[in-house]
C-alpha cells in the first residue's frame, strides 16, 4: 500500500490541514497500486473553507489590481524553482510521461504570468441629457474550482489565476486520482498569498458536491465529465449562480480530398495521442475520403505499432499509463462494442507487461455509424478513422455528437474554410488541432459545456458587469 500519511496537506486560511484520519489513496497508474495518501476533507473543514474565503474576500477584492498582479507573479517565482518536484510528482500520480509533466508545470507558472499582463475594462459614455455612465467589472466572491486528472496543474491555474486577478477568492479541489501536486502547489502558494485567498482542500466526489452546494459561494468553475455538469448547472440553477463549465469533448478532423497524408498523417496522429488521448481538444476522430483511407491507416498504423508505451518515469517512453483502470476499461469496452458490431482493428501498438493501465495506441476503421467509438469521447490511444464520400457527408457526421468543443480540417484549397465555417463547435483549427492559447478564449456547445476559459474573455467570465449612473441634475 505504501506511505499510509498523507504525502501533502490541504492549505485552509493560510495555515496546512490535515483532515481526516483515513486519507484517501492515490495510485500509481503505472504500478496500478496506490503508492500514498492525500488528505480527505471532513465536513467542518470544508466550512472553515469557504467562509475564510468569504471573510478574506472583501480585503482582497479592494487591492488595485496592479496589486493583485503582482502577487500572481510572485505565485509564479514561487512555483519555478520547484518544477522538478512538482513534476515527478505529477507523473507518479497521473502517469504521464516526465518530460510532460516537467512541461506543464512550466506552463502553469507562464500562465500565472501571462494572467498577469491582463487587464479589467472600465468602459463610460455620455449621453445627450448629459448623464455619465461607466461599466465596469466585479468579482463574484468566492469561486469553488474543481478541476480534473489529465492536466491538474495548468487546469487548477487557469482558475486560479484569472479569479485571483479579477478580486475573487478560490477553494480549489482537485480530482480525487491526482491530488497531490494540486495540494503541493498549494503549500507552496499559500507561502506567497494572504491567508483565506486561495484554499485547497482534496476528497472524492462527494466532496466536490458539496463544495459547489455550500451557501457563500459565488461562482463554479468545473472542468470535468458532462454528468457532473448537468449535475452542477441544475443544483446552481436554484440559486442562479454563475458557472463555467468545460465537460470535454469528441473532436473530429476532417482531412479534405487531394491532401498529401504523408504530411497530414504525423501531425494528426501526435494530435490524437496528447497526453495518451487523455485531452478533452485531442483529435477523438478522423474522417478521410475513401481513396486516401488505406494510406492514411498505414501511416497511422506505422506510428501506432512503433510508439514506445511505457511508466511515465522510464526514459524514452512516449505514452504512459491511463489514469485509472476504469478509464482503461472505458477505452477498451468502446473498441470491443466497435469491433463487435462490424469495425475492424487496423494497428495497436504493444504495451508493457504488468498490473499498469496501460492500453496500445490502436487504429479503428469500418465503424458502423452511430458507435459509441464515433459518437462519444474515448479518452485514450484510440483513432478511428472513418471513410467518406463528399466532404458534406463527412461535416454532417462531424456535428453528429452532442459535443462541440473543437474541429480542425486538413488540406488546401477554399474547402478549408467553408468546411471549417460548417462545423458546429467553439475553435476550428485548420491544418493543427488542440493548441491552446494563453490570449485566446476556449470554450464549447452543446454538451462540452458553457462560457469560456483563457485570456481576456476567460478573465471576464470571473466578473459581473457592474453600471453607475450619473445624472447632470441635482437632488
Request: charged share 20%; with cysteine; net charge negative.
Amino acid at each position: 500500500m505504501g506511505n499510509t500519511r498523507p504525502a501533502v496537506t490541504m492549505t485552509v486560511d493560510g495555515r496546512a490541514a490535515e483532515g481526516e484520519p483515513a486519507g484517501l489513496p492515490v495510485e500509481d497508474p503505472a504500478l496500478a497500486r496506490p503508492f500514498t495518501h492525500a488528505p480527505r476533507c471532513t465536513p467542518d473543514l470544508l466550512a472553515q473553507a469557504v467562509s475564510s474565503c468569504g471573510r478574506a474576500f472583501p480585503t482582497w477584492a479592494a487591492l488595485p489590481e496592479s496589486t493583485r498582479r503582482a502577487y500572481l507573479l510572485a505565485c509564479a517565482d514561487a512555483l519555478s524553482p520547484y518544477t522538478e518536484e512538482l513534476g515527478l510528482l505529477l507523473t507518479r500520480e497521473q502517469g504521464k510521461p516526465l518530460r510532460d509533466a516537467r512541461a506543464e508545470v512550466r506552463r502553469a507558472v507562464d500562465w500565472f504570468r501571462h494572467t498577469a499582463e491582463l487587464a479589467l475594462p472600465v468602459e463610460s459614455f455620455t449621453d445627450d441629457q448629459g448623464s455619465h455612465v461607466t461599466l465596469s467589472r466585479a468579482p463574484h466572491g468566492v469561486v469553488a474550482a474543481i478541476s480534473p486528472s489529465n492536466f491538474p496543474v495548468i487546469l487548477s491555474v487557469c482558475k486560479v489565476a484569472p479569479a485571483l486577478l479579477a478580486g475573487n477568492t478560490v477553494v480549489l479541489k482537485p480530482s480525487p486520482e491526482t491530488p497531490l501536486t494540486v495540494l503541493r502547489m498549494g503549500e507552496l502558494l499559500r507561502e506567497v498569498l494572504p491567508a483565506g485567498v486561495l484554499n485547497v482542500i482534496s476528497g472524492d466526489g462527494s466532496l466536490g458536491a458539496a463544495l459547489t452546494a455550500r451557501p457563500g459561494v459565488g461562482m463554479i468553475s468545473f472542468t470535468g465529465s458532462p454528468a457532473t455538469g448537468r449535475a452542477i448547472a441544475r443544483q446552481a440553477a436554484g440559486t442562479f449562480t454563475p458557472v463555467v463549465l468545460e465537460l470535454g469533448g469528441n473532436d473530429p478532423a476532417i482531412v479534405l480530398p487531394g491532401t498529401d497524408i504523408a504530411a497530414v498523417a504525423g501531425p494528426l496522429f501526435q494530435a490524437a495521442l496528447v497526453n495518451n488521448g487523455q485531452f478533452c481538444a485531442a483529435v477523438k476522430r478522423v474522417y478521410v475520403p475513401r481513396p486516401l483511407r488505406e494510406q492514411l491507416l498505414d501511416a497511422l498504423g506505422g506510428l501506432a505499432t512503433s510508439a514506445v508505451v511505457g511508466p511515465g518515469l522510464t526514459a524514452g517512453t512516449e505514452l504512459g499509463p491511463l489514469v485509472s483502470r476504469a478509464q482503461r476499461d472505458t477505452v477498451s469496452s468502446m473498441v470491443e462494442e466497435a469491433v463487435a458490431a462490424g469495425a475492424r482493428v487496423t494497428a495497436r501498438g504493444k504495451c508493457p507487461e504488468g498490473e499498469g493501465h496501460f492500453y496500445p495506441p490502436t487504429v479503428v476503421t469500418d465503424l458502423p455509424e452511430d458507435s459509441r467509438l464515433e459518437v462519444e469521447e474515448q479518452f485514450g490511444p484510440v483513432i478511428p478513422v472513418i471513410a467518406y464520400d463528399e466532404v458534406a457527408q463527412a461535416v454532417e457526421r462531424a456535428n453528429a455528437t452532442p459535443y462541440g468543443l473543437g474541429a480542425s480540417v486538413w488540406g488546401t484549397g477554399e474547402g478549408l474554410t467553408t468546411t471549417a465555417d460548417a462545423l458546429r463547435c467553439g475553435t476550428v483549427w485548420i491544418n493543427t488541432h488542440g493548441e491552446l492559447r494563453h490570449d485566446a478564449p476556449f470554450g464549447g456547445v452543446g454538451c462540452s459545456g458553457t462560457g469560456v476559459e483563457y485570456g481576456y474573455w476567460g478573465l471576464l467570465e470571473y466578473t459581473r458587469i457592474t453600471v453607475r449612473n450619473v445624472s447632470p441634475r441635482t437632488a
